[in-house]
Structures are given as structure tokens and as C-alpha cells.
């Protein structure tokens, strides 16, 4: 640890900002030409000139032509760069996140966690010198995709081409198109559709895309003993890819896979859809058994309103059910109380990516305790790591748009923050991690056990109510 970092530790409790980082980053030292030139020209553009102090050693009157054209291009290349970061001056980006609509509750936990992270952040480059500060304009998707994308041409057409967000892959997907063709660049915390896994756009995420959850899903239903699962999921790029990774993966270990329930997002009444599911639970219960039967439910916030409609039925009340990180640890279910004795009734499980135990991890889950008064999902932790890796690449690499697509990967690289010791992929995506398993116990999110990369389930046979076990 650095002076620096040994000197703010003994200032305040948390740990020195400047600690999360393994090694500091700096810009690389450009060698030293005139200063005549260099009183005009960015450094981030020093490099263009770099060959032109052999150019002047040049005698023919071509060499001097030659060197006419250069120094007007590096001089154009400068002009063009952006400024340096000022004393006083506020770099800003841009957030998209759910403040309404189906993913709402998950907005809320997401603008706590990067508030946090840019109030920690301005306080790191405050403890660092750095002159400038940044600063977050928030935009609503309200969970639709049209919108998403209105929003990010708004925040374009405000010269802001950094954003955070959005979550969701069908709002990823719909903005794709202009933000590739804009030169802008998007870091969300939560989109996971392997289809939008592609090296060398300007898309970043920082969570595990289906290729990791569908299998470890499949993983933990297999432990569980189950033998045929009924898919119901949301009918958008998110769940159609979902569905079908969960659905191959547990097929590829000798489970039987049901045509399932393809339901709208925005759907105002499940009662078909559940009486549906209830005739096709009973059907696979009289192959298989019951104890062998599971509905594996891949949607947002809207699994309390389908939770309330499969109370009235016993059976899907005897029926296990399992989740995904799009419910774990989510507020939704545990605020009403029919969705929630449901949810604990069917023993209802969830996958959580795993974040880093570690001062940052703690910080950030105290803070959310005390400002939603309860635990945060996982996806908090990502929207904390997604605003210092922004930060931290804008620090490194300036606001050019370019340059700092460029600076994220090394940056990740080189941070270690809620989520641990993080290492992004050649498509910009977190390369991997453990999921911890989530399930509701006396009204609480509580992890029962763990998923570890490379298909190792463990589940704490106590805390995971053992009087309900079907062995």
C-alpha cells in the first residue's frame, strides 16, 4: 500500500480509496519536444508528435513539405482532443436506470448504490488532487426499451456520450443500433443476454451473461433432485435467451424440459397462464412425482403478481420453484405478504452472483441497509463497481468516447472493488464468478448456499429449512 493509501487509512476507518486499485494507473510519459508546440497540443494527443523532431533533421525541400503536413494534422488531431481536466471542471455522464415500470424496485437500489459510488468516487480524487469532479445526470427508462432509447439521444444531444445503464438486455439491445453509431459508451450493472456478448463495441457489463447462469440454474435443480421443469418466463430478449440456456443446460444433464408459459412483460392478469401451469404440473407429477417436479419462473418484478394468483392453487403451493438473480434478494416479494408466504412456501431459490467479502462490499451494503432499511440484491455491488471503472477510465483516458472504450478493460483489470478481484472479457463482460443461492426465510432474503464456478453446488442443509426437504 502506498504512503498515500497508509495515511488515509489512519484518517478515517474504510480503507484509503486509492487502495482498491492494484497498481495506480498512469498515462504513459510521452517524450519531451518543444515546448512551443506542446502550449497548444493535449497531452492526450502527445504522441502524435512524437516523430517529428527526426522530420526537421530533414535537408530537402520535400523533408520540409513533409513535415508542414504532419504538423498540421497532429496540430488539427490536437485541436479536436478533449480539453484537459481543469481546475474546477465537472465531467458528465449519463445514467439510464428504472426509476418506473416492472424493474422499479431494482432502480431504486441501483441509484442508491451509484450515488454512493460517485459520492466515494469525487472523494478519491479529491484525496488524490485531481482538479475536476464528476457528476451523473439520471435519466428514467421506465423499464421500456423505446424510452431507454429516447433517453439516450436526449443525453447525447447534451454532449454527454459516457452512460450508465441501461439494465435490462431488451433496453441494451434497443439502444445498441445508435450508441455503436454515435461513438458513445454504455457500462450496465445487471444486462446478461450472451447475444449482446460482442468484442469491440462500446458496450460493458458488469455481470455474468446467461452462458454462466443457465448452467449453474440447472446445476442447482439437478442437486435439488429434480427431474422435469416447467419454464415460465418474460417474452423479451432477456427471458427468450434465458429460457432457452436454462432449458439446454438441463436438458444436457438428463432433465426434461416442459414447452413451458411465454407470458407479456406487461401482462395485467396471470390467472390463464396459472391455471395452465397448474394442468401441466400435475401431468409431469403423475410421470415423474411431484417431489421431482419444479417451475423454474425467469421474470422481473412482476413474479409477485403471478406469486399472488398460484396461492389459490395447492398444488403449485406444494410445487418448488426456483429464480434467478432478477429476483433474488428483490424487495418486491417480501413487501407483500401473500407473494412472500408463497415464495416461502414453495421453497423458492435464486441465483445471485457472488460479491467480493471485503471492506467495499460491506461499506456499500451498511449504507444500503440504512438507506432502503434492507439487505440490497447483488446487482447493487455491480452499479458501484460499473461507476468506478467509468471513473476510473475517464481518469485514466480523458472524455473522448474512443479512449476511454479503450482505457475500461485495463482499468477493470487493475481494480478490485465489491464484486473482488474483477477481469472483464474480450466482449466487455465480467469473465467470472461464483452465485451465491437465495431463498426467503422468516420474512428475509437469506443465502442457503453456494454455486461455484465449474458446477459445484453446496447447500447449508440447516438454513435451508430442513423440515420442507424432499430428499
Known amino acids: 500500500m502506498t504512503a498515500l493509501c497508509a495515511r488515509a487509512c489512519m484518517r478515517h476507518p474504510r480503507p484509503a480509496l486509492a487502495g482498491r486499485l492494484r497498481r495506480r494507473l498512469r498515462p504513459c510519459p510521452y517524450p519531451c519536444l518543444t515546448r512551443r508546440v506542446f502550449k497548444i497540443v493535449s497531452p492526450i494527443r502527445r504522441d502524435k508528435f512524437t516523430a517529428i523532431q527526426q522530420l526537421f533533421m530533414a535537408r530537402s525541400r520535400l523533408g520540409y513539405v513533409l513535415i508542414g503536413l504532419v504538423i498540421i494534422v497532429a496540430l488539427s488531431l490536437a485541436l479536436a482532443a478533449p480539453a484537459p481536466q481543469d481546475e474546477g471542471q465537472v465531467t458528465q455522464i449519463g445514467a439510464i436506470v428504472p426509476v418506473s415500470g416492472d424493474l422499479s424496485s431494482l432502480g431504486e437500489d441501483i441509484l442508491v448504490a451509484s450515488r454512493f459510488a460517485l459520492d466515494e468516487f469525487n472523494s478519491y480524487l479529491e484525496e488524490e488532487g485531481r482538479p475536476w469532479r464528476l457528476e451523473m445526470t439520471v435519466e428514467d427508462s421506465t423499464t421500456r426499451p423505446v424510452v431507454a432509447l429516447e433517453k439516450m439521444t436526449s443525453l447525447k444531444a447534451r454532449g454527454i456520450d459516457l452512460v450508465f445503464g441501461p439494465l435490462s438486455s431488451a433496453e441494451i439491445r434497443h439502444v445498441k443500433g445508435y450508441a455503436d453509431s454515435n461513438d458513445m459508451v454504455i457500462v450496465s450493472c445487471c444486462s446478461n443476454d450472451p447475444s449482446l456478448a460482442i468484442p469491440g463495441d462500446g458496450i460493458f457489463r458488469m455481470n455474468l451473461d446467461h452462458s454462466h447462469l443457465g448452467p449453474a440454474l440447472a446445476r442447482l435443480m439437478a442437486h435439488e433432485g ?224 453456494t454455486y461455484a464456478e465449474g458446477g459445484s453446488v453446496m447447500i447449508d442443509s440447516q438454513t435451508a429449512d430442513p423440515s420442507k426437504s424432499r430428499s
Not at 407470458?263 to 407429477?285: N, Q, R
Not at 435464486?350 to 467495499?360: E, F, R, S, T
Not at 465489491?418 to 461464483?434: P, Q, T, V, Y
Request: aromatic share 10%; no cysteine; net charge negative.
Open 226 to 449: 429434480i427431474k422435469a421443469v416447467i419454464p415460465v418466463w418474460r417474452g423479451d430478449t432477456w427471458g427468450d435467451g434465458l429460457r432457452e440456456t436454462v432449458a439446454g443446460s438441463f436438458e444436457d444433464l438428463g432433465g426434461r424440459v416442459d414447452e413451458g408459459i411465454r407470458y407479456v412483460p406487461d401482462t395485467p392478469d396471470f390467472s390463464v397462464s396459472v391455471s395452465i401451469l397448474a394442468e401441466k404440473v400435475e401431468l409431469l407429477a403423475d410421470d415423474v412425482g411431484l417431489d421431482a417436479v419444479a417451475v423454474v419462473f425467469l421474470g422481473f418484478d412482476e413474479v409477485t403478481l403471478f406469486f399472488q394468483t398460484a396461492s389459490d392453487y395447492e398444488l403449485l403451493n406444494e410445487t418448488r420453484w426456483f429464480g434467478t438473480n432478477a429476483n433474488a434478494g428483490r424487495s418486491s416479494l417480501l413487501d407483500d405478504r401473500v407473494a412472500s408466504e408463497f415464495a416461502h412456501s414453495v421453497r423458492f431459490t435464486a441465483l445471485q452472483i457472488a460479491a467480493g467479502d471485503n471492506p467495499v462490499y460491506e461499506s456499500i451494503r451498511d449504507h444500503a441497509l440504512e438507506r432502503l432499511g434492507r439487505t440490497p440484491p447483488a446487482y447493487v455491488y455491480s452499479a458501484y463497481d460499473s461507476i468506478w471503472v467509468l471513473g476510473l477510465a475517464i481518469e485514466s483516458a480523458g472524455v473522448d468516447p474512443g479512449q476511454v472504450k479503450a482505457a475500461i478493460p485495463r482499468v477493470a483489470d487493475s481494480y478490485v472493488g465489491a464484486l473482488g478481484d474483477i477481469k472483464l472479457n474480450e466482449a466487455g463482460d465480467l469473465a467470472g464468478a461464483d452465485y451465491e443461492v437465495m431463498s426467503i426465510r422468516d420474512g428475509a432474503w437469506t443465502m442457503i448456499g
